[in-house]
Each structure stands twice: as structure tokens, then as C-alpha cells.
């Protein structure tokens, strides 16, 4: 047995069917990566291997005292520490252990005995062993890997970004150095320089991991198998990344062959069963085909997901400039920079750089007036229509539907113009009537892609537009962004993304 083993797992959301009867193992040592559309249920497998989420059907099974690691970024964390003192809390057991050593010291002047100083040496040496006197630099060492050291490690938990508490989350988990890792989107909020660096970490680390990404190039970097959820199936493939395309390209084409061989079987056995029922002659024939049609196994159709097509009308611009920014100071309780100064002219295109947490969303959010200016000014032109996209997936009600979400949103339109809409971005006919709290990340975005599309609007604020997207979405949302006629302003961390875009970067490092 493997260090993980899957049997007959089956799971849907309400007729929606995710994967059925899938059977996979995971061996010691291996670095996986779990790839598939939007929506096929990645982050819900996951979840199930956790615990967290019941399937409808199967088994999980895994080796017995295995330590695991779960990248949840919604994670509850006592948000009145620091992030040094939580990091710490990964190595709770060895703090513990010192503990006991120091009160064994306390009673030794008092009362010495050889079993209780044999007791203090394996205590000593089991410390030294694990290398708890290497614990501060430790913590430090990963925390600067990830980029949390330039948000201050003596930061309260409670200051921080959803973002950055994500970061905490995923170094806490490293820092624990558990048997298998299980990471969902790990590089979401990363810099280029720390997803390399966390590259070259899951590169070398010695135990297993599973990890759902949409960054191909991180995925070919760090793994040696796949796990592909595609037609309510979960099928593993040795190799990279890149290798796995070589052959899911080969075996999809020989599973449509057989769909469409086992399509034309059924239909030539239905014929048959229409002709020949009612015909006492033929009648026991058609019954042995009918029940052989029963017993069949029906493939799942192949299904191509629906391709992107949306675009984004820009609403007329001014020769006048669009924005201006003087001295201006963010935060929240307190500054979180100096003093920030730029002009926005019209129909230029802008990237705010800087490392995760030093303040863009803040910047970004202050300028929509969702926070209140600390300190100077800044001023739209009065032309100026705001499109606003947050990279934090909050809806106000999650119960609402895909369909319903739109529908408020543009009383206007008709069910028809809603689904058409709504196909545009993506958002199949099933997931439009499902509600929006249990669909994917992607799956979310395009909801969100959607109400940007029919806003109308000449200046655009994006906030990691691309963070849940799969590649079609990112190329139709980049497509559109190179025609945009009106004035953008956008945060991203992929720099491939938007390196063709930009007319002027801003860097808040600098």
C-alpha cells in the first residue's frame, strides 16, 4: 500500500457528478500534481482527503501516523499573535519538550537521581537532534523565502491581508516539515522571486506532495506525476508536466474514439429494440440486447468546456488626465507607506508593483473609496467610470446563483442576455443555477469577469484578475486588456501577464 489509496470515490453536487468510482494511489516520495478545468472538483478532492468534506462513496485510506500538512487558506489563526510567535507554534512539541527539561533542571538541586538525569540527556539530545536551537533562524529563513520578513515578523496576525495570512499559513506548514503536503494554489499570492524559491524547496523536499496549480511552468518545475480530473475520472500519469500533456493528448483522442465506437453500438441496439420488441419473432432478441444495454458501462460524453469569448467596451475617454495622486498616505490604524505620488494620463495603462504586502490592494481599494485616505489626495476626472475587480472571492450572499448574481446586478437584462453573458465568460448553463458558494475559484472569477465585462466603464481597477484562471480565460482577459481604448490600473503577480500590457509600471518598493 501506498502512503495514500483511493478506491470508489464518487462525488457530485447535486446532479453534477465529479468524479465516480476513481481509484488512485500516492506512493511515498512522490510530487504530485492535480490539473483540471474549473470546476471539476480539485480543491474538493482535497478537501476530502482531509476530512473535511464527506464524498458521496468510497474509501480513503491513509498509512497509519502519517503527518500531514494542509494548505487551508481560510484557516482560523489566533489572530492576536505575531507572525514570529505563530511560526513558532510549527515546533509547539520541541517547546514543550524544553519545558519538562527546564523543570527536571529546577528539581535536580534539590532531589538529584540518575533516572531523572538519563531523562534530561535524552530530552538534550532529542532537542539538538531536531534541531531546536536552530529553530529562530529556521523561521526566519522560510519566512524570508516567502517574502513575509518585508511585512515585519513582529506584525499582529490581525494587521494582515487575506493574502499574507496565506503566506503565514503555507510557511507554518513547511516549517512543521510534515510527510505529505497538500496544497491548494500555493503560488496565488507569491512574487516571481518566491515562487522560485518555493520551487526550489518542493524540488528537494524529501516527502510527498499534492499540489492543485494553474502556473504550468511551476507545476513542470516540481513535479514527477499527475493526477487529472477530466470526464468524472481521476487518472494518474508518471512524469512532469510537460510529459503528461504528450500523452493525455494520445489517450483523449483514443477516449473519444471509443465514445463515439460505444454511441454507435447503443444507437444500433436501440434501433434494433424499436423495430423488434412488439414482434413475436424477434421479441426475445430485443429483450437480450435490451438487457445487454443495461449492463453497459456508458462512457461519459467528452466534454470541451465552454471557450471565453467575452469583451470589454470601454465607455469614451477625455484628452484630459484621468487620475492624480499627490502625497497621498494608505492604511489602516497606521501608514502603511510614504507618501505615494503619480499621474494616470488618459487612455495609459498601469501596473502597481511591489512585493505581496506592502500595500497594493490598499492602494487599489483606497481609490475606490472602500477605505477612508490617512493622509493627501487624489482625484478622478469627472469623465471617469470606475470598473472594479477585488481579488478576494466575498459575495454578499453566497446562496445566490451565478444566474441571480448578474440578474441584480443588471435589472435590465433578459434571461436570454443573462445566460448569453454569462456563456461568454465561461460559466456553463449547470453552473449558472448552481449557487455561487460552492463553485471554484475559477469558477467564481468568471462570475466576477462577467459583471466587469457589462459595466460600464472607462477606468479599470483590477486586483490579481488572473489568480483562479485557467490559461483560455487568461488569454481572452489579456486579448482584451491590449484593445482596452480606456485607462488601467492593475496588480498582478505575473509578470507574463502583464509585461505587454503595461504602458508605465509603479513600483511601491521604490
Known amino acids: 500500500m501506498g502512503i ?10 447535486g446532479d453534477k457528478i465529479l468524479y465516480k468510482n476513481a481509484d488512485f494511489e500516492v506512493f511515498k516520495g512522490e510530487h504530485m500534481g492535480i490539473v483540471g478545468q474549473n470546476g471539476t472538483g480539485k480543491t474538493t478532492l482535497l478537501r476530502s482527503l482531509v ?29 492576536t499573535l505575531t507572525i514570529f510567535e505563530y511560526l513558532k507554534t510549527a515546533f509547539e512539541d520541541l517547546y514543550n519538550i524544553e519545558t519538562k527539561l527546564n523543570k527536571i533542571y529546577e528539581n535536580m538541586t534539590e532531589d538529584f537521581d540518575n533516572k531523572i538525569s538519563e531523562q534530561a540527556s535524552d530530552y538534550q539530545s532529542l532537542l539538538v537532534n531536531r534541531g531546536f536551537y536552530e529553530i529562530e533562524s529556521n523561521v526566519l529563513k522560510v519566512a524570508d523565502g516567502l517574502g513575509i520578513t518585508a511585512i515585519g515578523v513582529h506584525n499582529l496576525l490581525k494587521n494582515l491581508s487575506g493574502g499574507q495570512c496565506a503566506k503565514v499559513i503555507l510557511a507554518k506548514i513547511l516549517l512543521e516539515n510534515p510527510d505529505i503536503l497538500l496544497l491548494d494554489e500555493p503560488t496565488n499570492f507569491l512574487d516571481k ?11 528537494s523536499f524529501d516527502g510527498t506532495f499534492l499540489v492543485i496549480s494553474h502556473n504550468f511552468d511551476f507545476l513542470d518545475k516540481i513535479t514527477n506525476c499527475i493526477l487529472d480530473i477530466e470526464f468524472q475520472k481521476i487518472t494518474k500519469y508518471n512524469g512532469n508536466f510537460e510529459r503528461f500533456l504528450e500523452v493525455k493528448g494520445l489517450r483523449r483522442d483514443s477516449y473519444i474514439r471509443e465514445f463515439q465506437a460505444q454511441q454507435k453500438e447503443i444507437k444500433k441496439h436501440e434501433d434494433y429494440i424499436a423495430r423488434n420488441k412488439v414482434r413475436a419473432s424477434t421479441a426475445k432478441q430485443a429483450q437480450s440486447r435490451m438487457k445487454k444495454l443495461e449492463k453497459m458501462e456508458v462512457l461519459t460524453p467528452p466534454q470541451t468546456p465552454p471557450k471565453p469569448n467575452f469583451k470589454l467596451n470601454s465607455l469614451p475617454i477625455s484628452n484630459i488626465k484621468a487620475l492624480k495622486v499627490h502625497v497621498l498616505e494608505i492604511g489602516y490604524e497606521k501608514v502603511l507607506l510614504p507618501k505615494i505620488s503619480f499621474e494616470v494620463k488618459a487612455g495609459e495603462k498601469i501596473v502597481i508593483a511591489g512585493f505581496n504586502g506592502i500595500g497594493k490592494s490598499t492602494l487599489l481599494k483606497t481609490l475606490i473609496g472602500e477605505i477612508s485616505v490617512m493622509n493627501g489626495t487624489f482625484k478622478f ?17 453566497s446562496n445566490l ?4 448574481i448578474v440578474s441584480e446586478k443588471f435589472p435590465k437584462f433578459s434571461q436570454k442576455e443573462i445566460r448569453k453573458h454569462l456563456a461568454q465568460c465561461g460559466v456553463t448553463a449547470k453552473n449558472a443555477l448552481q449557487k455561487i458558494g460552492t463553485l471554484s475559484g475559477g469558477e467564481q ?20 484578475p488572473t489568480n483562479h484562471l485557467d490559461v483560455d480565460s487568461k488569454k481572452v482577459l489579456l486579448e482584451q486588456l491590449l484593445k482596452w481604448q480606456g485607462n488601467l490600473i492593475l496588480v498582478s503577480h505575473e509578470a507574463g501577464f502583464y509585461d505587454s500590457l503595461a504602458d508605465k509600471i509603479i513600483n511601491l518598493k521604490e
Open 4 to 13: 495514500l489509496e483511493v478506491s470508489n470515490l464518487t462525488h457530485s453536487f
Open 51 to 79: 476530512g473535511e468534506i464527506t464524498p458521496d462513496a468510497g474509501d480513503i485510506r491513509w498509512q497509519k501516523n502519517i503527518k500531514i500538512g494542509y494548505l487551508d487558506q481560510q484557516a482560523e489563526i489566533d489572530q
Open 193 to 203: 522571486e518566491h515562487v522560485d524559491w518555493l520551487t526550489d524547496y518542493l524540488k
Open 381 to 397: 476626472a469627472d469623465y471617469v467610470k470606475i470598473g472594479y475587480f477585488e481579488q478576494n472571492l466575498a459575495w454578499e450572499n
Open 401 to 404: 446563483t451565478p444566474f441571480e
Open 445 to 464: 472569477s468568471k462570475v466576477k469577469l462577467c459583471i466587469l465585462a457589462n459595466t460600464k466603464s472607462n477606468f479599470l481597477i483590477l486586483d490579481e
